[in-house]
């Protein structure tokens, strides 16, 4: 292609707001989930330990491998004593324990995880996981993969020896005396507009990221388990290296439901809408989720899109009690400044840490 024809220039003059347009709720239910286990086991194991299939939406065709779009969800299976090669990524990830139990060694440090624990893997950091129980090691990963792939950046290779001694270097360079704080930088309106030497984006403050566990025996005793003992239905997992991004990663924020048994099930009403994607596991119970319209029944072990993004969704539980992790890119969306939020349809659209966010939400709580 010539160099006058290698681009184009499409005139959008006048052109009007469009609505959001996004991908279709999507059920994966847990026999497919356990019968794609059952065949990650049976199968030779690969040159590098790695037992994994990625779910892909239908309606992902572009090659980034994503179940909604810029998120991945890929089931992970060792065998007892089997352990991954290890591997650096700049892409973060989420892990959830769905069978049997491991050890996630980043680095220096090891991360010992069981059945409905999550741990965090931060970007750039060395890792390997190996079953170390008697039985198969089953684990859903999250990650921001696919938004990596469609910007053209996802890297990832196997470490190199050594791996194992790994950490976060406070600085590094040739002229370490040229650096941040020794550059420019002056406040030049009142307003706080300023103008900062280059330094300033080649030797970014460190914001120290540890890989994480949060432990479903450290997150039970906040939430509700029997019905009336006013303790929470959904508390987050944080990570203080995200700040005010409020997220188990800087892309993603993981969150625990729990609704006891007994509790009455509540009346089909309207939704709620966000930009943010969410993606709901349900590991006890049952229900139904509606999501634009459409009904999907849910059940113990089965995997929902439950919230393409900007889409009216709403869940319900049908007495019998559940248990669910939501998994959501509200950080990334913080992190861009496109956090918009509308919690009544007939209410304002936030737009979620650029202005004042909802106050007085009861919904995750029953109280206090």
Not at 114 to 141: F, H
Request: proline content about 7%.
């Amino acid at each position: 292609m010539s160099e006058t024809t290698s681009y184009r220039l499409v005139n959008v003059s006048g052109t009007v707001p469009a609505p959001i347009t996004h991908w279709a709720p999507v059920l994966v239910p847990r026999e497919a989930i356990e019968a794609e286990i059952q065949r990650l086991a049976d199968e030779p194991a690969p040159a590098d330990g790695r037992r994994a299939a990625v779910i892909v939406h239908p309606e992902c065709v572009d090659g980034t491998q994503g179940f909604a779009p810029g998120v991945d969800v890929t089931i992970e299976v060792l065998k007892p004593g089997e352990q991954t090669r290890p591997m650096l990524r700049n892409s973060n990830q989420i892990h959830f324990g769905i069978q049997g139990s491991g050890a996630i060694q980043v680095g220096k440090e090891t991360l010992a995880t069981g059945k409905w624990d999550v741990a965090s893997i931060p970007s750039m950091q060395p890792y390997s996981c190996k079953n170390t129980g008697k039985e198969l090691w089953v684990r859903l990963v999250y990650s921001n993969a696919p938004l990596l792939r469609k910007l053209g950046v996802h890297w990832s290779d196997y470490a190199q020896p050594g791996w194992e001694i790994k950490a976060i270097a406070s600085t590094a360079g040739v002229n370490v005396d040229i650096n941040r704080a020794n550059a420019p930088d002056i406040q030049i309106s009142a307003e706080g507009a300023r103008l900062r030497g280059y330094e300033f984006l080649t030797d970014i403050e460190v914001v120290e990221n540890r890989p994480l566990v949060w432990p479903w025996e450290s997150a039970t005793p906040l939430l509700s388990r029997e019905r009336g003992d006013g303790l929470r239905n959904i508390i987050l997992l944080y990570n203080p290296a995200t700040e005010r991004r409020n997220g188990t990663t800087h892309s993603f924020f993981a969150t625990l439901f729990s609704i006891p048994k007994g509790v009455p099930p509540r009346p089909v009403t309207r939704g709620h809408k966000h930009s943010s994607v969410a993606i709901n596991y349900h590991f006890v119970g049952q229900g139904k989720s509606v999501v634009d319209d459409e009904t999907i029944h849910w059940k113990t072990g089965d995997l929902l899109l439950s919230g393409p993004s900007w889409s009216e969704h709403a869940h319900y539980y049908d007495g019998h009690g559940a248990q669910v992790l939501t998994i959501q890119d509200h950080p990334l969306h913080i992190g861009m400044e496109s956090l918009i939020w509308q919690e009544r349809m007939d209410g304002p659209i936030l737009n979620l840490g650029s202005e004042a966010g909802q106050k007085g939400y009861v919904g995750p709580r029953q109280a206090g």
